[in-house]
């Protein structure tokens, strides 16, 4: 604990030892005292020495009361405070979903859209954004922060992951390419569909599903998509559903975790539908170390203590003066 105006203290201090010199001085000079004839006869008795003594008790609470209390206001002006320092999570963070909408890739999509509806109503400044890509990308909507818009964009996403005969418009505009799956023209799609300008200094990440099986030629190899995001000051978080072992030899999974390292994001293989919650929270809790704001200090004043100690000293500075008197 910290006292803001510690000053205080060295004034404050010698004020209260003079007055305690006053009151010293006073009692000693015997100027009230009033002569009695015999009044050694009064002083021996049992009940007037019981009295002196109870009288010298109450005078003594008096004083010390008095001292607690003028000691407790004087920290208490002193202004005791407790100060940290935080470093406060900026909620300024741009996200992409970009998502494979090649066959293989139909489950993981899903899976990763239905995590993200599921999250949308607990965003605070975040903007979201998805482009689905095979032969070519395709914007499914801008980066906005409208939540109830990208929660109905979401859910159309998901039915149509689902069952994707029911809404085949929804892949339109994904096969105008020369192959399919061309990972490194889907990547660098949606780092393209970040704004140009950065004023507000946003964060800015893509989570890229794709199992990275090329079957195409493409414009962008994989590791030249990832030198346009590193950049663009895009990190790419990328989940493969293809990858089953923990130290996979798969040269699509090797080169697919190298590009997402090399622009300062990771690396998941999305082993089970079920995973990709527990995944994007893990890219959630990454960003936000990422993003965290500059340090500022905080101070909080705590002169709770030396107002209760003041409030008992009062108390019992009362009830002296009362028996003193009485």
């Known amino acids: 604990m910290d006292l803001i105006f510690a000053w205080l203290l060295i004034p404050g201090a010698i004020a209260l030892a003079g007055a305690l010199v006053l009151v010293v001085r006073r009692r000693r000079t015997g100027e009230e005292a009033v002569p009695v004839a015999h009044g050694d006869r009064l002083a021996s008795l049992p009940s007037y020495q019981r009295l002196v003594r109870r009288q010298r008790l109450w005078l003594t609470v008096v004083v010390l009361s008095a001292l607690v209390l003028a000691g407790a206001?004087?920290?208490?002006?002193?202004?005791?405070?407790?100060?940290?320092?935080?470093r406060p999570e900026q909620r300024s963070r741009d996200i992409i979903l970009c998502l494979d909408t090649s066959g293989s890739m139909s489950r993981a999509d899903a899976?990763?859209?239905?995590?993200?509806?599921?999250?949308?109503?607990d965003f605070r400044g975040e903007r979201i954004g998805m482009t689905i890509f095979d032969a070519s990308g395709v914007q499914v909507f801008p980066l906005t922060d409208d939540y109830s818009y990208i929660e109905d964009q979401l859910a159309r996403a998901r039915d149509a992951f689902d069952r994707r005969s029911a809404d085949p418009a929804f892949f339109e505009g994904t096969r105008e390419g020369r192959g399919t799956s061309l990972i490194g023209d889907g990547l660098a799609s949606c780092v393209q569909n970040?704004?140009?300008?950065?004023?507000?200094?946003?964060?800015?990440?893509v989570i890229f599903s794709t199992d990275n099986y090329l079957a195409g030629t493409p414009v962008f190899a994989l590791p030249?998509?990832?030198?346009?995001?590193?950049?663009k000051g895009v990190r790419v978080f990328a989940l493969n559903p293809a990858d089953f072992g923990p130290r996979t030899t798969n040269e699509e999974a090797l080169e697919l975790r190298a590009a997402a390292e090399s622009t300062g994001g990771q690396y998941f293989p999305l082993r089970s539908t079920t995973a990709a919650r527990s995944i994007i929270d893990q890219i959630q809790a990454s960003e936000a170390t990422a993003t965290q704001g500059s340090a500022r200090g905080l101070v909080a004043d705590r002169p709770d203590v030396p107002l209760g100690v003041a409030l008992v000293a009062g108390a019992f500075l009362a009830l002296g003066l009362w028996r003193v008197r009485s």
């Open 224 to 231: 030249e998509a990832a030198d346009l995001a590193k950049a």
């Open 73 to 86: 206001l004087l920290f208490a002006a002193a202004r005791p405070a407790l100060t940290s320092s935080q």
């Open 194 to 205: 970040f704004p140009r300008l950065d004023t507000e200094r946003r964060s800015r990440s």
């Open 111 to 121: 899976a990763i859209v239905d995590v993200f509806a599921s999250m949308v109503r």
